[in-house]
């Protein structure tokens, strides 16, 4: 092919990736709407939709009044973290904190479950064992500790809850079907540390308390990083599929599991039917896998695969890196998003740095900067519409007349946190699919590592000693 061709033939393939991850304003309220029909079909009944919208048992968010010393437990990868927080009740919020992070050695992630609760139980009593004079625990009480566990589970109760499934590269068989809960309880009492789970919560969920323990007008959060998930306040008799008591509150906040959403409006491209078949959950997860950190890098690596296949666009063969699945990890991506400088440096060093591609004009550096504003934007812009379908469900994406109330979504996640670019686009999205009037009512605000605190938060507001302190 001579040079002038394959150059037609890449921006053929460009052109053609940009036009099918289009999402115009008309597209974008069609996710919103279906987002919002799914979130009802979840509630009505189980199983009734993609969206699992699991009922999370929790009804009392924090006031900011909660008081004494909790604790936190927060497992969700390979790492794991123990908090404590010591709270001085109203308007003095918290007094004090301190964590640790562990790792997991990687023969307990596919050992027995008493082999790794014995191993989080032994560092959670050490890091008690030296809580020091800054930390008061009531007198006559026993400590009390959320349990952050990110990980698919049933849950029966604000403190109980059956591991359906390991992910991220755990595999114990025999913690499958059990209680978490009994699981870290007895190998708690193995090490002889007398602590009660008062709350056992998904990471989500913990944004969720953390944002709302600050902030009061926080309904809903929302975690863009390597995964993607959203919870919400619900009205507890808009949920059809509970049975229970309804709570005093008459809420109940909803876990929705949103990555597993799915719609025909939701644009896809080959690039990403061809990502989630040679996935390791085909058919599952499809919106995560076009908004989420964990999959954006990967489809500019297919993007770029293909212009060198069919267009020799890195000269006659293709680099052997840019065969390699995941090699383009977002932050890589989103550097290469995010370079300013006049002649792309940074674009040119991370081709050869992490895909050993030297020799680039600024014309083909200005492809892949392209390239990666496409896919970032489409992300950006349809968990903007994610967002909308719950500000919908929720009955806050109109103003009401008279009214003043301020809606506040509570966001985290690497992605998020770290990705400008993405982040400008989410909220610019956001307030054009609101209009003027509305967003400057909805403010999305960063609620840094609520998932830690957010339980340790959860297991003041659901202690066993609440009735004693509000009396």
């Given at each position: 092919?001579?040079?002038?061709?394959?150059?037609?033939?890449?921006?053929?393939?460009?052109?053609?990736?940009?036009?099918?991850?289009?999402?115009?304003?008309?597209?974008?309220?069609?996710?919103?709407?279906?987002?919002?029909?799914?979130?009802?079909?979840?509630?009505?009944?189980?199983?009734?939709?993609?969206?699992?919208?699991?009922?999370?048992?929790?009804?009392?968010?924090?006031?900011?009044?909660?008081?004494?010393?909790?604790?936190?437990?927060?497992?969700?990868?390979?790492?794991?973290?123990?908090?404590?927080?010591?709270?001085?009740?109203?308007?003095?919020?918290?007094?004090?904190?301190?964590?640790?992070?562990?790792?997991?050695?990687?023969?307990?992630?596919?050992?027995?479950?008493?082999?790794?609760?014995?191993?989080?139980?032994?560092?959670?009593?050490?890091?008690?064992?030296?809580?020091?004079?800054?930390?008061?625990?009531?007198?006559?009480?026993?400590?009390?500790?959320?349990?952050?566990?990110?990980?698919?589970?049933?849950?029966?109760?604000?403190?109980?809850?059956?591991?359906?499934?390991?992910?991220?590269?755990?595999?114990?068989?025999?913690?499958?079907?059990?209680?978490?809960?009994?699981?870290?309880?007895?190998?708690?009492?193995?090490?002889?540390?007398?602590?009660?789970?008062?709350?056992?919560?998904?990471?989500?969920?913990?944004?969720?308390?953390?944002?709302?323990?600050?902030?009061?007008?926080?309904?809903?959060?929302?975690?863009?990083?390597?995964?993607?998930?959203?919870?919400?306040?619900?009205?507890?008799?808009?949920?059809?599929?509970?049975?229970?008591?309804?709570?005093?509150?008459?809420?109940?906040?909803?876990?929705?599991?949103?990555?597993?959403?799915?719609?025909?409006?939701?644009?896809?491209?080959?690039?990403?039917?061809?990502?989630?078949?040679?996935?390791?959950?085909?058919?599952?997860?499809?919106?995560?896998?076009?908004?989420?950190?964990?999959?954006?890098?990967?489809?500019?690596?297919?993007?770029?695969?293909?212009?060198?296949?069919?267009?020799?666009?890195?000269?006659?063969?293709?680099?052997?890196?840019?065969?390699?699945?995941?090699?383009?990890?977002?932050?890589?991506?989103?550097?290469?998003?995010?370079?300013?400088?006049?002649?792309?440096?940074?674009?040119?060093?991370?081709?050869?740095?992490?895909?050993?591609?030297?020799?680039?004009?600024?014309?083909?550096?200005?492809?892949?900067?392209?390239?990666?504003?496409?896919?970032?934007?489409?992300?950006?812009?349809?968990?903007?519409?994610?967002?909308?379908?719950?500000?919908?469900?929720?009955?806050?994406?109109?103003?009401?007349?008279?009214?003043?109330?301020?809606?506040?979504?509570a966001m985290d996640g690497g992605l998020y946190e770290h990705y400008m670019?993405?982040?400008?686009?989410?909220?610019?999205?956001?307030?054009?699919?609101?209009?003027?009037?509305?967003?400057?009512?909805?403010?999305?605000?960063?609620?840094?590592?609520?998932?830690?605190?957010?339980?340790?938060?959860?297991?003041?507001?659901?202690?066993?000693?609440?009735?004693?302190?509000?009396?």
């Amino acid at each position: 092919m001579k040079k002038s061709g394959r150059w037609v033939k890449a921006m053929e393939i460009m052109k053609d990736f940009e036009e099918k991850c289009g999402t115009p304003i008309g597209k974008l309220r069609q996710v919103a709407d279906a987002m919002t029909v799914e979130m009802h079909a979840g509630l009505a009944s189980e199983g009734g939709s993609k969206l699992k919208m699991l009922i999370s048992y929790v009804y009392n968010l924090p006031s900011g009044n909660e008081k004494g010393l909790f604790y936190a437990l927060d497992l969700g990868g390979t790492n794991f973290r123990v908090l404590r927080v010591q709270l001085g009740g109203k308007d003095s919020g918290i007094v004090n904190q301190q964590f640790e992070e562990v790792s997991i050695p990687p023969n307990l992630m596919t050992g027995t479950s008493n082999a790794l609760f014995d191993y989080i139980a032994a560092e959670l009593a050490k890091f008690v064992a030296q809580e020091g004079m800054d930390f008061q625990l009531t007198p006559g009480r026993q400590r009390e500790l959320g349990f952050t566990f990110s990980f698919p589970v049933m849950q029966t109760s604000i403190a109980s809850g059956t591991l359906l499934r390991w992910t991220k590269g755990f595999s114990i068989d025999d913690t499958v079907g059990q209680d978490v809960v009994a699981e870290l309880t007895k190998a708690m009492e193995r090490q002889g540390l007398d602590m009660r789970v008062s709350a056992l919560v998904n990471d989500t969920v913990g944004t969720l308390a953390g944002g709302r323990y600050t902030n009061n007008d926080v309904v809903a959060a929302v975690i863009l990083g390597t995964g993607s998930n959203a919870a919400y306040v619900e009205r507890a008799h808009a949920i059809p599929k509970w049975h229970g008591l309804l709570p005093k509150s008459g809420e109940m906040v909803i876990n929705m599991e949103w990555g597993n959403f799915r719609s025909s409006h939701l644009p896809l491209t080959e690039y990403d039917h061809a990502l989630d078949a040679e996935s390791l959950n085909p058919g599952e997860q499809i919106y995560e896998k076009v908004i989420s950190g964990m999959y954006l890098g990967e489809i500019v690596r297919r993007v770029l695969c293909r212009m060198a296949e069919e267009a020799a666009f890195f000269g006659d063969t293709v680099p052997p890196k840019l065969k390699v699945p995941f090699v383009l990890r977002t932050p890589v991506m989103s550097a290469m998003h995010q370079d300013t400088s006049p002649d792309l440096k940074v674009v040119a060093n991370k081709l050869k740095d992490i895909l050993e591609i030297s020799n680039t004009s600024m014309k083909m550096r200005k492809v892949i900067f392209e390239i990666c504003n496409i896919v970032a934007t489409r992300g950006a812009r349809l968990s903007a519409a994610g967002i909308l379908g719950i500000l919908k469900k929720m009955g806050r994406d109109t103003i009401k007349e008279g009214e003043k109330q301020r809606t506040v979504i509570a966001m985290d996640g690497g992605l998020y946190e770290h990705y400008m670019e993405y982040r400008k686009c989410l909220e610019n999205s956001l307030n054009e699919l609101l209009g003027e009037e509305v967003s400057e009512t909805i403010v999305v605000e960063h609620s840094n590592d609520g998932s830690g605190i957010g339980a340790a938060l959860l297991a003041a507001s659901h202690s066993q000693y609440l009735e004693t302190d509000e009396s």
